[in-house]
C-alpha cells in the first residue's frame, strides 16, 4: 500500500472512530452501564454454527463431543474482540472500529451450570461468547423452525460463521439457505474440514486447487444457490480474524451492515497491513454465481498451535463421555489438541498430513504451555480430557514422557496441598481436582507394538499411567492380511498384524491402562470372509478383556483422500443434496451415509456387519446414542 493510501485510510478510520465516540457519549440506554452502552454502539452479533451431520438423533451412533473445530477456529478471532472491549474505543485496540460482539467471556458458574445440550439461551443483548453459538446435533423441519424464531430472528446476526465437516455440509448449505431467505442481508462464512478438503493452495503450482464437491464448484455449475459469501480453508485461525477484521471496516456505522462487494475491497486494503500471517489458508469471496475473489496466506512464518488462545476460553465444556467415570457418574471431559494431522498417511484417511497439507504441533516450549492448558480446563470445570491428536504428540515419545513427567509433578503437589485451592500457572483451582483428573490419548498399533527399542514404549505407557492416563484409543481396523496389508499405519510387515494387535494391547494392558478401539470395513479386499475374520478377531480380543470397546465403523469417501481417488469417486460422492435422508443401516455407524460409502461394501453386508457386531460383542460394541435434542422449554 502506498504511502498516500495508507494516509487516506488512517484518516477514514479516525472519522469512523471519533463517530462512535460521539455515539457512545449520548444518553445511554436504560439498564444498561456507560460501558455496555459503548460496547452495544459499537459492536454486532455475530452467530457461529455447528452443522450437524443428521436430521434426526434416533438411533443414531454418536461419541459426543464439542464442536470443537469451530471452537478452535474462533479461538484468536474471539480473543481478539474480547482484549478489543476491556480497551475500549482506541487505536491501539485489536478491532479499533466496529467490532464483532464478543465481548464478554463465560463466568464460573455458568460454565458449572451447562448441560450436555448444544443449544445455548439466546435472549438478551448481552450474550457471553458461548450463548452465540448454535449446534444443534441434527437439522429436520422442528429445529429448523426453532432456529428461525428462537435463534435467528432473536439474534438478528450481521454475521454468520458455519462450521461443517463432509458428512454435514449438505445441512450446513440448507442452514446458509435459511439464513439468507431470513436476513438477506447477513454475511455467511463457511469454514471447517469439508472445506479444508475441497479448497487448497498448491505452493508448487502457484494455484488454488478446488475438489469437485467443493461448495465454490457446486455454486458455479448450478447445483446449488449462490448461499455462501466466503470461505476459510486451512489454518484458519488468523485468516478469520483477518476476515473479520475486514468486514468490521465495511460496515456502515448506521446499519452496521455492508456487501460482499466492500469486504472485497476493504480486505484488499488492509491484508498486506497484516503480514506476515503465520500458517497456511485461503479465504474465498463469492460475488454472486461467477465471480470469486481469492486471497493466498502462505507468508512462510510457521503457525505455532501453542501460542493460540484455548479453544475453552470462550466456550463452555459439555462434552461427557461414558469412557470417563467416578461413582457411577460420566465425567465432564475436555478436549485438547497438540497437533494437526497425523504423520501417517493412510489411504482411507482425512486426518493424515497429506491431505491436511502441512503437520503442526506445539513448539519447543509447547509442554510447558500444555501443562497450562490442562489446568485453565480444570479451572473451566474439566474432570476430564481427551487428547484427540491422531497420534498422542505426534508419536514423539521423548515429548510424551515428559509431558507426562511434568504432569505427574504437578499432581505430587496438588496431593501434598495443605489448603482446598492451590495456585498453579497463575490460576487458583481445587487441589484434589487435579489429583483426580483422568484422561486419554491416542496411539497406533506398531507405535506401541514395533519399536526398535521396546522399553520406551513401556516406558511411556507406565509414565502415562501415574499421569492420570486410564484410556487409549487405537486403530485395529482390520484383522484379515489381505485388508490391512494395504494400510500405511502398518509398518512392521515382519511380524503378523494379530501378533501385532496383541502386543500393543497386552502392553497397554501391563500399565493399567484400558483401551478401546475402532474397526474399519470396506478396505480395500475386503469380503464376506475378510468381514466374518475380523468380527471373530475382535470378538476373541474382547472375550479375553485385553480390549474394552470397539466401535465398528464403515469406511466413507472424503473429498480428497486417496482411496477416493483410487476408487474414481471425487466426482460422484454428493455430500450437497438435501434430499438424501440417512437410514438404517447406517445410521449404525458414525459418519456412515448411502451416497459416500465404501463402493467394497453391499448394504446386505452393512446389516451383517451391524447386526454380528451387536450380537458378538455385546456390551463392549460402542453403541453410545446420540443425545436426544432438547428445543428449550418455553421457547
Same mark, same amino acid.
Given at each position: 500500500?502506498?504511502?498516500?493510501?495508507?494516509?487516506?485510510?488512517?484518516?477514514?478510520?479516525?472519522?469512523?472512530?471519533? /463517530?462512535?465516540?460521539?455515539?457512545?457519549?449520548?444518553?445511554?440506554?436504560?439498564?444498561?452501564?456507560?460501558?455496555?452502552?459503548?460496547?452495544?454502539?459499537?459492536?454486532?452479533?455475530?452467530?457461529?454454527?455447528?452443522?450437524?451431520?443428521?436430521?434426526?438423533?434416533?438411533?443414531?451412533?454418536?461419541?459426543?463431543?464439542?464442536?470443537?473445530?469451530?471452537?478452535?477456529?474462533?479461538?484468536?478471532?474471539?480473543?481478539?474482540?474480547?482484549?478489543?472491549?476491556?480497551?475500549?474505543?482506541?487505536?491501539?485496540?485489536?478491532?479499533?472500529?466496529?467490532?464483532?460482539?464478543?465481548?464478554?467471556?463465560?463466568?464460573?458458574?455458568?460454565?458449572?451450570?451447562?448441560?450436555?445440550?448444544?443449544?445455548?439461551?439466546?435472549?438478551?443483548?448481552?450474550?457471553?461468547?458461548?450463548?452465540?453459538?448454535?449446534?444443534?446435533?441434527?437439522?429436520?423441519?422442528?429445529?429448523?423452525?426453532?432456529?428461525?424464531?428462537?435463534?435467528?430472528?432473536?439474534?438478528?446476526?450481521?454475521?454468520?460463521?458455519?462450521?461443517?465437516?463432509?458428512?454435514?455440509?449438505?445441512?450446513?448449505?440448507?442452514?446458509?439457505?435459511?439464513?439468507?431467505?431470513?436476513?438477506?442481508?447477513?454475511?455467511?462464512?463457511?469454514?471447517?474440514?469439508?472445506?479444508?478438503?475441497?479448497?487448497?493452495?498448491?505452493?508448487?503450482?502457484?494455484?488454488?486447487?478446488?475438489?469437485?464437491?467443493?461448495?465454490?464448484?457446486?455454486?458455479?455449475?448450478?447445483?446449488?444457490?449462490?448461499?455462501?459469501?466466503?470461505?476459510?480453508?486451512?489454518?484458519?485461525?488468523?485468516?478469520?480474524?483477518?476476515?473479520?477484521?475486514?468486514?468490521?471496516?465495511?460496515?456502515?456505522?448506521?446499519?452496521?451492515?455492508?456487501?460482499?462487494?466492500?469486504?472485497?475491497?476493504?480486505?484488499?486494503?488492509?491484508?498486506?497491513?497484516?503480514?506476515?500471517?503465520?500458517?497456511?489458508?485461503?479465504?474465498?469471496?463469492?460475488?454472486?454465481?461467477?465471480?470469486?475473489?481469492?486471497?493466498?496466506?502462505?507468508?512462510?512464518?510457521?503457525?505455532?498451535?501453542?501460542?493460540?488462545?484455548?479453544?475453552?476460553?470462550?466456550?463452555?465444556?459439555?462434552?461427557?463421555?461414558?469412557?470417563?467415570?467416578?461413582?457411577?457418574?460420566?465425567?465432564?471431559?475436555?478436549?485438547?489438541?497438540?497437533?494437526?494431522?497425523?504423520?501417517?498417511?493412510?489411504?482411507?484417511?482425512?486426518?493424515?498430513? /497429506?491431505?491436511?497439507? /502441512?503437520?503442526?504441533?506445539?513448539?519447543?516450549?509447547?509442554?510447558?504451555?500444555?501443562?497450562?492448558?490442562?489446568?485453565?480446563?480444570?479451572?473451566?470445570?474439566?474432570?476430564?480430557?481427551?487428547?484427540?491428536?491422531?497420534?498422542?504428540?505426534?508419536?514423539?515419545?521423548?515429548?510424551?514422557?515428559?509431558?507426562?513427567?511434568?504432569?505427574?509433578?504437578?499432581?505430587?503437589?496438588?496431593?501434598?496441598?495443605?489448603?482446598?485451592?492451590?495456585?498453579?500457572?497463575?490460576?487458583?483451582?481445587?487441589?484434589?481436582?487435579?489429583?483426580?483428573?483422568?484422561?486419554?490419548?491416542?496411539?497406533?498399533?506398531?507405535?506401541?507394538?514395533?519399536?526398535?527399542?521396546?522399553?520406551?514404549?513401556?516406558?511411556?505407557?507406565?509414565?502415562?499411567?501415574?499421569?492420570?492416563?486410564?484410556?487409549?484409543?487405537?486403530?485395529?481396523?482390520?484383522?484379515?492380511?489381505?485388508?490391512?496389508?494395504?494400510?500405511?499405519?502398518?509398518?512392521?510387515?515382519?511380524?503378523?498384524?494379530?501378533?501385532?494387535?496383541? /502386543?500393543?494391547?497386552?502392553?497397554?494392558?501391563?500399565?493399567?491402562?484400558?483401551?478401546?478401539?475402532?474397526?474399519?470395513?470396506?478396505?480395500?479386499?475386503?469380503?464376506?470372509?475378510?468381514?466374518?475374520?475380523?468380527?471373530?478377531?475382535?470378538?476373541?480380543?474382547?472375550?479375553?478383556?485385553?480390549?474394552?470397546?470397539?466401535?465398528?465403523?464403515?469406511?466413507?469417501?472424503?473429498?480428497?483422500?486417496?482411496?477416493?481417488?483410487?476408487?474414481?469417486?471425487?466426482?460422484?460422492?454428493?455430500?450437497?443434496?438435501?434430499?438424501?435422508?440417512?437410514?438404517?443401516?447406517?445410521?449404525?455407524?458414525?459418519?456412515?451415509?448411502?451416497?459416500?460409502?465404501?463402493?467394497?461394501?453391499?448394504?446386505?453386508?452393512?446389516?451383517?456387519?451391524?447386526?454380528?457386531?451387536?450380537?458378538?460383542?455385546?456390551?463392549?460394541?460402542?453403541?453410545?446414542?446420540?443425545?436426544?435434542?432438547?428445543?428449550?422449554?418455553?421457547?
Amino acid at each position: 500500500m502506498k504511502k498516500q493510501e495508507a494516509d487516506l485510510l488512517r484518516h477514514e478510520l479516525e472519522l469512523r472512530r471519533r /463517530t462512535l465516540l460521539d455515539r457512545a457519549a449520548l444518553a445511554q440506554a436504560p439498564g444498561y452501564s456507560l460501558e455496555e452502552h459503548e460496547w452495544l454502539e459499537r459492536s454486532f452479533p455475530v452467530l457461529s454454527i455447528l452443522a450437524p451431520v443428521m436430521s434426526t438423533n434416533e438411533g443414531k451412533i454418536e461419541f459426543p463431543g464439542d464442536p470443537m473445530c469451530l471452537y478452535s477456529a474462533l479461538s484468536y478471532a474471539v480473543d481478539q474482540a474480547v482484549k478489543t472491549r476491556k480497551m475500549g474505543i482506541c487505536e491501539e485496540a485489536p478491532y479499533n472500529d466496529l467490532c464483532p460482539q464478543w465481548g464478554a467471556l463465560p463466568s464460573a458458574d455458568y460454565r458449572a451450570t451447562v448441560d450436555v445440550n448444544g443449544i445455548r439461551e439466546y435472549q438478551g443483548a448481552l450474550l457471553n461468547t458461548d450463548q452465540t453459538v448454535f449446534d444443534p446435533r441434527v437439522w429436520n423441519e422442528a429445529v429448523k423452525k426453532y432456529f428461525v424464531n428462537k435463534v435467528l430472528l432473536v439474534m438478528r446476526p450481521k454475521v454468520v460463521l458455519i462450521s461443517s465437516v463432509s458428512p454435514a455440509h449438505r445441512y450446513a448449505i440448507d442452514i446458509a439457505r435459511v439464513v439468507r431467505k431470513h436476513l438477506p442481508d447477513s454475511l455467511i462464512v463457511l469454514g471447517g474440514r469439508h472445506v479444508d478438503e475441497t479448497l487448497h493452495f498448491d505452493p508448487t503450482q502457484r494455484r488454488i486447487v478446488l475438489e469437485p464437491s467443493s461448495a465454490i464448484v457446486k455454486i458455479q455449475d448450478g447445483a446449488i444457490e449462490p448461499v455462501f459469501d466466503f470461505l476459510v480453508s486451512g489454518d484458519g485461525y488468523y485468516a478469520l480474524d483477518l476476515l473479520m477484521k475486514a468486514i468490521s471496516l465495511s460496515m456502515d456505522l448506521n446499519s452496521k451492515s455492508t456487501k460482499v462487494r466492500s469486504v472485497i475491497k476493504t480486505l484488499s486494503d488492509i491484508a498486506p497491513l497484516f503480514d506476515p500471517i503465520p500458517g497456511h489458508s485461503v479465504i474465498v469471496a463469492l460475488d454472486g454465481k461467477k465471480s470469486a475473489h481469492a486471497w493466498v496466506i502462505n507468508s512462510g512464518v510457521k503457525l505455532d498451535l501453542s501460542v493460540l488462545p484455548s479453544p475453552y476460553q470462550a466456550f463452555a465444556i459439555r462434552a461427557l463421555f461414558p469412557i470417563f467415570q467416578r461413582n457411577e457418574r460420566v465425567l465432564r471431559t475436555a478436549h485438547f489438541m497438540v497437533t494437526n494431522a497425523c504423520t501417517y498417511h493412510c489411504y482411507f484417511c482425512s486426518e493424515g498430513v /497429506t491431505v491436511v497439507g /502441512t503437520f503442526r504441533s506445539y513448539n519447543s516450549d509447547g509442554i510447558q504451555r500444555a501443562l497450562e492448558k490442562v489446568i485453565e480446563y480444570i479451572s473451566y470445570g474439566a474432570e476430564a480430557l481427551f487428547f484427540d491428536d491422531s497420534i498422542f504428540w505426534g508419536g514423539n515419545f521423548g515429548n510424551v514422557i515428559h509431558f507426562c513427567r511434568e504432569l505427574i509433578h504437578l499432581r505430587e503437589l496438588a496431593k501434598k496441598s495443605s489448603t482446598k485451592m492451590i495456585n498453579l500457572f497463575g490460576r487458583e483451582v481445587e487441589a484434589q481436582k487435579v489429583v483426580d483428573l483422568m484422561w486419554g490419548a491416542q496411539f497406533t498399533v506398531d507405535l506401541l507394538a514395533s519399536r526398535r527399542i521396546p522399553e520406551e514404549a513401556m516406558l511411556a505407557l507406565h509414565e502415562m499411567k501415574k499421569a492420570g492416563c486410564c484410556y487409549i484409543y487405537m486403530g485395529i481396523e482390520s484383522m484379515s492380511a489381505p485388508v490391512i496389508d494395504k494400510v500405511h499405519k502398518n509398518i512392521n510387515r515382519k511380524q503378523a498384524w494379530d501378533d501385532r494387535v496383541r /502386543t500393543a494391547l497386552g502392553m497397554a494392558r501391563s500399565a493399567g491402562i484400558t483401551v478401546g478401539s475402532s474397526v474399519l470395513f470396506g478396505l480395500d479386499g475386503e469380503t464376506m470372509e475378510t468381514i466374518e475374520e475380523t468380527i471373530s478377531k475382535v470378538e476373541e480380543l474382547l472375550m479375553e478383556d485385553i480390549l474394552s470397546i470397539a466401535s465398528p465403523n464403515i469406511l466413507t469417501y472424503h473429498p480428497n483422500t486417496a482411496i477416493t481417488a483410487l476408487h474414481e469417486m471425487k466426482d460422484k460422492i454428493d455430500y450437497h443434496s438435501i434430499g438424501i435422508e440417512n437410514r438404517p443401516p447406517y445410521v449404525y455407524f458414525e459418519e456412515a451415509f448411502p451416497a459416500v460409502v465404501s463402493r467394497n461394501l453391499s448394504e446386505e453386508q452393512i446389516w451383517f456387519i451391524h447386526e454380528q457386531a451387536t450380537r458378538r460383542w455385546g456390551v463392549k460394541r460402542n453403541l453410545n446414542p446420540m443425545p436426544e435434542v432438547i428445543l428449550r422449554e418455553g421457547d
